[in-house]
């Protein structure tokens, strides 16, 4: 007994240094768990984000999908210089008394959230933009000269601002 007492005695214990040293080293490991987690969320939040903008991008085109030709206008509403500094604006607008069937297809601007009727399925609050123009495409094998109505859907977050999704699709008078 008294050798393991001499031992015991003589064993030095677990330093002041070594234990600052392991807890750095253990804080170290857990902030970078951290940062890993909230890395993963943000690229969560806006793959989600994106994911709902090309739900509602592809739904505002299937309204004009659903209509006919003729009935391919927007409303001649007032819009601001978000809408006119858009890459799609210029052209020949369509515009006039639009008859769609459905009135949201005939609004060019319209804010999508958690209080509007349908919602936005996340809650969240969109801006969809609607440009309808018209062109006559000079390609090969397009010979008639028909003109076609290109319609645009522009989905953004609504703030700030940041455009999430982008879709167009052409009309054919001979379609509708």
Same mark, same amino acid.
């Given at each position: 007994m008294n050798r393991l007492?001499?031992?015991?005695? &003589? *064993? *030095? $214990?677990?330093?002041?240094? *070594? =234990?600052?040293? %392991?807890l750095v080293v253990l804080n170290v490991g857990i902030?970078?768990?951290?940062?890993?987690?909230?890395? $993963?969320?943000?690229?969560?939040?806006?793959? %989600? *984000? &994106? %994911?709902?903008?090309?739900? =509602?991008?592809?739904?505002q085109v299937e309204l004009y999908r659903a209509i006919t030709y003729a009935a391919i206008s927007l409303n001649t509403t007032a819009v601001d210089g978000t809408y006119t500094a858009d890459a799609a604006y210029p052209g020949t607008r369509v515009t006039g008394a639009c008859t769609a069937p459905v009135a949201v297809a005939c609004v060019p601007t319209q804010t999508i959230n958690a209080s509007s009727t349908p919602p936005s399925p996340d809650g969240r609050s969109y801006r969809i933009d609607t440009f309808i123009t018209t062109h006559t495409p000079t390609a090969a094998g397009w010979s008639d000269g028909r003109p076609l109505k290109r319609v645009t859907v522009v989905v953004r977050r609504s703030s700030p601002l940041k455009t999430l999704f982008r879709v167009s699709s052409n009309f054919d008078q001979s379609t509708g």
């Open positions: 007492m001499r031992r015991l005695r &003589t *064993e *030095e $214990g677990f330093g002041l240094v *070594e =234990l600052l040293v %392991s902030l970078a768990i951290v940062a890993g987690f909230n890395g $993963g969320s943000l690229a969560l939040l806006r793959a %989600s *984000e &994106t %994911s709902t903008a090309a739900a =509602l991008g592809d739904k």
